[in-house]
C-alpha cells in the first residue's frame, strides 16, 4: 500500500511510545492483513467465554435440553455447509438455530469446502496454488448463503475447516494462505467475522508466520486442535499468545470420545472457547399499552423509523446503553438495525442487561503493534489495562469525539469501557464515524 508522509501534524501518545500522525495517511483500516468489515445495521458479534463440544451431525433439540444443565457444555459445533461435509444434517434448520438459541446455547458455524491439495486423509475435493483464492471466495459466497438460510445474521464468526496438510510442501502452504485471505476478505465484505479450524502443526503455523505478511488478509480468530486434553487457551506451541488474544482463540482439546448427560450419549469432540460465535436474533413482544417507536439511534430524540403494536414480536439481536427510560438506560437492536427501549420490552430484565442477550459490538482489528486503552476519549486521558496488540480485536460498543489523532476525532469505546483512538481500528471508516457503531450516550 502506498503511503504518503507529507508532513508531521502531530503526535500522539499511543501504544505506549510516540506514533507519528502524518497528514496523507493512507487509511489503515482498508489494508490487508487488517482487512475491514462491513457491518451492516442489523447486526452484532457475539463472543462466547465457555466450553463447547462438536458432533458431526448436529444434536437434536431434545438431546441438547438432556445436556443443558447435566453437561459441562453451553456450546455446539455446526457443520453449516461445504463440498466436503461429510454427515447428513437432518436436526440443522432455522428454527433449530432459532431455538438452540433461545434455550442458551452458543453455536459455532463450521464450513467444511474446498480442502489443500496436500491435506492428509481422502477428501476430494482439494485446491492448489493457481485456485486457491477462487476456492476461498467461491466457499466464503456459499457459506454466507448458507448461514443466513439458517438465520445466522452478519456479525456471526464462520470458520473455515482447513484440515491437517503435509507442510513440506511449499506450494501447498501458500494455497492455504491464499485461500484463508480470500475466505476472510469475501466473509469481511458481506459482514461476518473470519475464523478458520487448523492443525497446530500445520495451519496454525502456517497463519502464525504470515500473520503480519500485507500479501494476506489476517483472519479474525483461530480454533486449533491439538487433543492433549488440555483446554487452556494460551501456552500454545505454535502461535504465541500475543496473536488473537483478544477472546479470538479457540481450542479442540479431546478428539473422537462418548460421552453421557441427562441419558443421552454422543460422540464428540471437546472444546474451550473464547471466540466469536453466531449472531441470532430472540423474539421478544412489545409490553407497552400504546405503540412502542422504533428509532435510528438508542434515544428518544432520534429519528423515528416505525412503531410496533402492543403485543407485537421483535427480533431482537443485541442489547446496548441509551437514554434512560422508566427504569433502564438498555436499548434494544433489532434485525432491522432500528433502536426500541428495553423498558418497554419482554426481555428477562427492565433494569438492566438482560442475560443471554449479547451487548452490541462492531469489533475491527487493531493495525498498530501496541495500542494503549485509556479511561476516556482522548489521549490525555489515562491509559488503563493491558494495550491492544495487532490483529486483537478491540470490541467496538460505540463511538465519541474526542482529541484528534491522526486523520480523525472519533473514539472508540469497548466493551470492557475501556477507551481507543478509532485512528488505529479497522473498520468502514478512518476519517469519521463508522456505519453502524452507534453514538456514545
Known sequence: MSVTRTLVRALAVLGGSLALVVAGFTAPASADPETPIVYPSGSTVTRANRLGFDACTAPSLATLNAWKGTSPYTAVNMYFGGNNRGCAQPNLTAAWVRDATAAGWRLLPTYFGYQPSCMFGDKPNRYYPSN?????????????????????????????????????????????????????????????????????????????????????????????????????LTGWPTAPNWQWGAAQRAKQFQGDHDETWGGVTLNVDSDAIKAPVASVARAYEVTSSSALTARSGPRTTATAVRTYAPGATLPVVCQTTGQQVGTTTVWDRLTTGAWVTDYFVSTPSNTGFSPGVPRCTYPGQVTTDSLNARTGPGASYPTTGSPLRRGALAAVMCQKSGSRVGTTSVWDRLADGRWVSDYYVSNRSNTSWSVPVPRCW
Open 132 to 232: 486457491a483464492t477462487a476456492r476461498g471466495s467461491s466457499d466464503a459466497a456459499d457459506a454466507v448463503a448458507k448461514a443466513q438460510n439458517l438465520g445466522l445474521l452478519p456479525g456471526s464468526g464462520l470458520y473455515a475447516d482447513v484440515e491437517h496438510y503435509d507442510r513440506t510442501d511449499s506450494g501447498c502452504r501458500t494455497a492455504v494462505r491464499r485461500y484463508v485471505s480470500a475466505w476472510t476478505k469475501s466473509l469481511h465484505a458481506a459482514g461476518y467475522v473470519a475464523g478458520v479450524y487448523v492443525h497446530q502443526d500445520s495451519g496454525l503455523r502456517d497463519l502464525s508466520e504470515s500473520y503480519n505478511w500485507t500479501s494476506y488478509a489476517r483472519p479474525d480468530a483461530v480454533w486449533m486442535a491439538r487433543w492433549d486434553g488440555n483446554s487452556s
